[in-house]
Antibody, heavy 119, light 112 residues
Protein backbone atom coordinates (compact mmCIF):
# COMPACT_ATOMS: atom_id res chain seq x y z
CA UNK A 1 0.00 0.00 0.00
CA UNK A 2 1.35 3.39 -1.01
CA UNK A 3 1.72 5.72 1.96
CA UNK A 4 2.90 9.31 2.07
CA UNK A 5 3.20 11.10 5.40
CA UNK A 6 4.11 14.77 5.58
CA UNK A 7 5.54 16.45 8.64
CA UNK A 8 7.24 19.66 9.67
CA UNK A 9 4.44 22.17 9.30
CA UNK A 10 3.48 24.76 11.89
CA UNK A 11 3.64 28.47 12.59
CA UNK A 12 6.51 30.51 11.18
CA UNK A 13 7.13 34.24 11.06
CA UNK A 14 7.25 36.14 7.80
CA UNK A 15 10.76 35.99 6.37
CA UNK A 16 11.45 32.73 8.15
CA UNK A 17 12.32 29.29 6.86
CA UNK A 18 10.83 25.86 7.25
CA UNK A 19 11.60 22.38 5.97
CA UNK A 20 8.82 19.92 5.27
CA UNK A 21 9.39 16.19 5.08
CA UNK A 22 7.45 13.41 3.42
CA UNK A 23 8.01 9.78 4.35
CA UNK A 24 7.17 7.42 1.52
CA UNK A 25 6.49 3.70 1.69
CA UNK A 26 4.81 0.91 -0.23
CA UNK A 27 6.56 1.47 -3.55
CA UNK A 28 10.02 1.65 -5.07
CA UNK A 29 10.79 5.26 -4.25
CA UNK A 30 13.52 5.78 -6.82
CA UNK A 31 11.21 4.78 -9.69
CA UNK A 32 8.86 7.73 -9.31
CA UNK A 33 8.63 11.47 -9.78
CA UNK A 34 7.68 13.09 -6.49
CA UNK A 35 5.70 16.31 -6.22
CA UNK A 36 4.89 19.07 -3.77
CA UNK A 37 1.49 20.74 -4.01
CA UNK A 38 -0.11 23.26 -1.68
CA UNK A 39 -3.66 24.33 -1.10
CA UNK A 40 -4.76 27.47 0.75
CA UNK A 41 -7.91 26.96 2.77
CA UNK A 42 -10.96 26.96 0.52
CA UNK A 43 -8.94 27.33 -2.68
CA UNK A 44 -7.68 25.13 -5.48
CA UNK A 45 -4.41 23.25 -5.25
CA UNK A 46 -1.22 24.83 -6.60
CA UNK A 47 1.61 22.75 -8.01
CA UNK A 48 4.94 23.80 -6.50
CA UNK A 49 7.36 21.51 -8.27
CA UNK A 50 8.76 18.04 -8.60
CA UNK A 51 11.91 15.98 -8.46
CA UNK A 52 12.39 13.37 -11.13
CA UNK A 53 13.11 9.70 -10.65
CA UNK A 54 16.40 7.84 -10.87
CA UNK A 55 16.05 7.20 -14.59
CA UNK A 56 15.83 10.94 -15.15
CA UNK A 57 18.63 11.97 -12.86
CA UNK A 58 16.63 13.34 -9.92
CA UNK A 59 16.46 16.76 -11.53
CA UNK A 60 13.90 19.33 -10.45
CA UNK A 61 11.28 21.68 -11.88
CA UNK A 62 9.57 24.50 -10.02
CA UNK A 63 6.59 26.75 -10.32
CA UNK A 64 7.90 30.27 -11.03
CA UNK A 65 5.77 31.44 -8.10
CA UNK A 66 8.21 29.75 -5.69
CA UNK A 67 11.36 29.28 -7.76
CA UNK A 68 14.40 30.59 -5.94
CA UNK A 69 12.71 30.41 -2.53
CA UNK A 70 11.69 26.73 -2.39
CA UNK A 71 13.94 23.72 -2.95
CA UNK A 72 12.85 20.12 -3.42
CA UNK A 73 15.20 17.28 -2.55
CA UNK A 74 15.03 13.59 -1.80
CA UNK A 75 16.94 11.06 0.27
CA UNK A 76 16.61 7.83 -1.65
CA UNK A 77 18.29 5.81 1.11
CA UNK A 78 15.53 6.80 3.55
CA UNK A 79 12.63 7.12 1.09
CA UNK A 80 12.20 10.73 2.12
CA UNK A 81 11.12 13.80 0.17
CA UNK A 82 11.83 17.32 1.37
CA UNK A 83 10.66 20.85 0.70
CA UNK A 84 12.93 23.63 1.97
CA UNK A 85 11.04 26.91 2.10
CA UNK A 86 12.85 30.22 2.62
CA UNK A 87 11.79 33.84 2.91
CA UNK A 88 8.24 32.79 3.73
CA UNK A 89 5.36 35.19 3.17
CA UNK A 90 1.80 35.34 4.47
CA UNK A 91 0.58 34.10 1.08
CA UNK A 92 2.54 30.86 1.57
CA UNK A 93 0.02 29.88 4.26
CA UNK A 94 -1.55 26.63 3.08
CA UNK A 95 -1.77 22.91 3.55
CA UNK A 96 1.23 21.32 1.85
CA UNK A 97 0.95 17.91 0.24
CA UNK A 98 3.51 15.57 -1.17
CA UNK A 99 2.34 13.37 -4.01
CA UNK A 100 3.62 10.55 -6.12
CA UNK A 101 3.46 10.64 -9.90
CA UNK A 102 2.27 9.79 -12.68
CA UNK A 103 4.07 11.92 -15.14
CA UNK A 104 1.80 14.89 -15.41
CA UNK A 105 -0.67 13.74 -12.81
CA UNK A 106 -0.72 13.06 -9.08
CA UNK A 107 -1.57 9.46 -8.33
CA UNK A 108 -1.24 9.39 -4.53
CA UNK A 109 -1.39 12.25 -2.04
CA UNK A 110 -0.35 12.49 1.57
CA UNK A 111 -2.68 13.80 4.26
CA UNK A 112 -0.99 17.21 4.19
CA UNK A 113 0.73 19.43 6.72
CA UNK A 114 -0.44 22.94 7.55
CA UNK A 115 1.99 25.82 7.27
CA UNK A 116 0.93 29.16 8.74
CA UNK A 117 3.04 32.23 8.08
CA UNK A 118 2.15 34.92 10.57
CA UNK A 119 3.70 37.22 13.13
CA UNK B 1 0.44 29.81 -17.48
CA UNK B 2 -2.33 27.55 -18.75
CA UNK B 3 -5.63 28.68 -17.23
CA UNK B 4 -8.10 25.91 -16.47
CA UNK B 5 -11.74 27.02 -16.41
CA UNK B 6 -14.25 24.70 -14.78
CA UNK B 7 -18.00 24.98 -15.09
CA UNK B 8 -20.26 24.99 -13.26
CA UNK B 9 -18.90 26.27 -9.97
CA UNK B 10 -21.44 24.15 -8.12
CA UNK B 11 -23.84 21.41 -9.02
CA UNK B 12 -26.82 19.90 -7.22
CA UNK B 13 -27.72 16.33 -7.97
CA UNK B 14 -30.14 13.70 -6.74
CA UNK B 15 -28.78 10.36 -5.67
CA UNK B 16 -28.77 8.05 -8.66
CA UNK B 17 -28.62 10.94 -11.08
CA UNK B 18 -25.98 11.87 -13.66
CA UNK B 19 -23.85 15.00 -13.89
CA UNK B 20 -21.22 16.47 -16.19
CA UNK B 21 -18.43 18.87 -15.31
CA UNK B 22 -16.66 20.88 -17.99
CA UNK B 23 -13.01 21.89 -17.97
CA UNK B 24 -11.52 24.14 -20.63
CA UNK B 25 -7.88 25.08 -20.96
CA UNK B 26 -6.51 28.35 -22.34
CA UNK B 27 -4.06 26.41 -24.52
CA UNK B 28 -4.02 22.97 -26.10
CA UNK B 29 -3.03 20.26 -23.65
CA UNK B 30 -1.53 18.02 -26.33
CA UNK B 31 2.09 17.44 -25.33
CA UNK B 32 4.93 17.23 -27.83
CA UNK B 33 4.97 13.49 -27.19
CA UNK B 34 1.35 13.18 -28.34
CA UNK B 35 -0.14 12.59 -24.90
CA UNK B 36 -2.73 14.86 -23.31
CA UNK B 37 -2.10 15.30 -19.60
CA UNK B 38 -5.52 16.22 -18.30
CA UNK B 39 -6.54 14.68 -15.00
CA UNK B 40 -9.49 14.85 -12.62
CA UNK B 41 -9.45 14.80 -8.82
CA UNK B 42 -12.10 14.60 -6.11
CA UNK B 43 -11.56 16.22 -2.75
CA UNK B 44 -14.03 14.96 -0.18
CA UNK B 45 -14.66 17.15 2.87
CA UNK B 46 -11.67 17.15 5.20
CA UNK B 47 -9.61 14.89 2.94
CA UNK B 48 -6.76 15.17 0.48
CA UNK B 49 -7.56 15.22 -3.22
CA UNK B 50 -7.69 11.80 -4.85
CA UNK B 51 -6.98 10.96 -8.47
CA UNK B 52 -9.96 9.78 -10.51
CA UNK B 53 -8.93 10.09 -14.15
CA UNK B 54 -5.58 10.67 -15.86
CA UNK B 55 -4.65 11.38 -19.48
CA UNK B 56 -8.21 12.47 -20.25
CA UNK B 57 -10.01 9.14 -20.01
CA UNK B 58 -7.99 6.61 -18.01
CA UNK B 59 -9.60 5.59 -14.74
CA UNK B 60 -7.14 5.30 -11.89
CA UNK B 61 -6.84 2.06 -9.95
CA UNK B 62 -9.97 1.29 -7.94
CA UNK B 63 -12.09 4.05 -9.46
CA UNK B 64 -15.65 3.06 -10.35
CA UNK B 65 -16.70 2.91 -13.99
CA UNK B 66 -19.43 5.38 -13.03
CA UNK B 67 -16.71 7.99 -13.61
CA UNK B 68 -15.72 8.70 -17.19
CA UNK B 69 -13.55 11.33 -18.80
CA UNK B 70 -13.55 12.57 -22.34
CA UNK B 71 -12.37 15.43 -24.53
CA UNK B 72 -9.43 16.63 -26.52
CA UNK B 73 -7.33 19.70 -27.17
CA UNK B 74 -8.78 22.35 -24.88
CA UNK B 75 -12.21 20.98 -24.02
CA UNK B 76 -12.76 18.18 -21.49
CA UNK B 77 -15.63 16.62 -19.55
CA UNK B 78 -16.03 14.46 -16.49
CA UNK B 79 -19.26 12.49 -16.28
CA UNK B 80 -20.54 10.83 -13.14
CA UNK B 81 -23.42 8.42 -13.46
CA UNK B 82 -25.62 6.91 -10.74
CA UNK B 83 -24.35 9.44 -8.20
CA UNK B 84 -23.74 8.03 -4.73
CA UNK B 85 -23.33 9.87 -1.40
CA UNK B 86 -19.57 9.16 -1.44
CA UNK B 87 -19.21 11.13 -4.69
CA UNK B 88 -19.95 14.44 -2.99
CA UNK B 89 -17.16 16.99 -2.67
CA UNK B 90 -15.12 19.29 -4.87
CA UNK B 91 -13.90 18.14 -8.27
CA UNK B 92 -10.77 19.64 -9.81
CA UNK B 93 -9.32 19.26 -13.25
CA UNK B 94 -5.58 19.63 -13.66
CA UNK B 95 -3.12 19.85 -16.51
CA UNK B 96 0.37 18.36 -16.53
CA UNK B 97 1.32 19.23 -20.10
CA UNK B 98 2.96 22.63 -19.62
CA UNK B 99 4.94 24.10 -16.74
CA UNK B 100 3.71 25.25 -14.35
CA UNK B 101 1.12 22.53 -13.92
CA UNK B 102 -2.21 24.13 -13.05
CA UNK B 103 -5.62 23.26 -11.65
CA UNK B 104 -9.12 24.51 -12.23
CA UNK B 105 -10.91 26.37 -9.46
CA UNK B 106 -13.13 23.42 -8.67
CA UNK B 107 -16.74 22.30 -8.98
CA UNK B 108 -18.64 21.52 -5.81
CA UNK B 109 -21.03 18.61 -6.10
CA UNK B 110 -23.87 18.71 -3.59
CA UNK B 111 -27.05 16.80 -2.96
CA UNK B 112 -30.28 18.28 -4.20
Amino acid sequence: EVKLLESGGGLVQPGGSMRLSCAASGFTFTDFYMYWIRQPAGKAPEWLGFIRNKANGYTTEYNPSVKGRFTISRDNTQNMLYLQMNTLRAEDTATYYCARGGLGWFAYWGQGTLVTVSS
Amino acid sequence: DVVMTQTPVSLSVSLGGQVSISCRSSQSLVHNNGNTYLSWYLQKPGQSPQLLIYKVSNRFSGISDRFSGSGSGTDFTLKISRVEPDDLGVYYCGQGTQYPYTFGAGTKLELK
